[in-house]
Nanobody, 120 residues
Framework: QVQLQESGPGLVKPSQTLSLTCTVS??????????WSWIRQPPGKGLEWMGV???????YYRPSLKSRTSISRDTSRNQFSLQLSSVTPEDTAVYYC????????????WGQGTQVTVSS
């Protein structure tokens, strides 16, 4: 049973870069059957897909966030990371990492989520 766990600072100042890491346990990140995503949920709003990194290291981002978002992975540590630059209070949200089943086109495993607040 694969498990995902987000980690990173809970408070980021405006204009700084938000950095989060997702640690994957109980499964390999190298299989081509899966891709690895970041999703967020601002307070009072729905889930917002941010981007994904595939087994070939290709990345795809939400167009509205593309200029500020970077997703990378370290397979030796079974981790993948999110960086969101130039944050504003509107980036305050619960951030989730998740595994995507490529064939089923579903996010089949999720981390518990981590609250990130952007405030001075």
């Amino acid at each position: 049973q694969v498990q995902l766990q987000e980690s990173g600072p809970g408070l980021v100042k405006p204009s700084q870069t938000l950095s989060l890491t997702c640690t994957v346990s109980g499964g390999s990140m190298t299989t081509s059957y899966y891709a690895w995503s970041w999703i967020r949920q601002p307070p009072g709003k729905g889930l917002e897909w941010m981007g994904v990194i595939c087994s070939d290291d290709n990345t795809y981002y939400r167009p509205s966030l593309k200029s500020r978002t970077s997703i990378s992975r370290d397979t030796s540590r079974n981790q993948f990371s999110l960086q969101l630059s130039s944050v504003t209070p509107e980036d305050t949200a619960v951030y989730y990492c998740a595994r995507e089943d490529i064939l089923g086109r579903v996010l089949d495993s999720w981390g518990q989520g981590t609250q990130v607040t952007v405030s001075s």
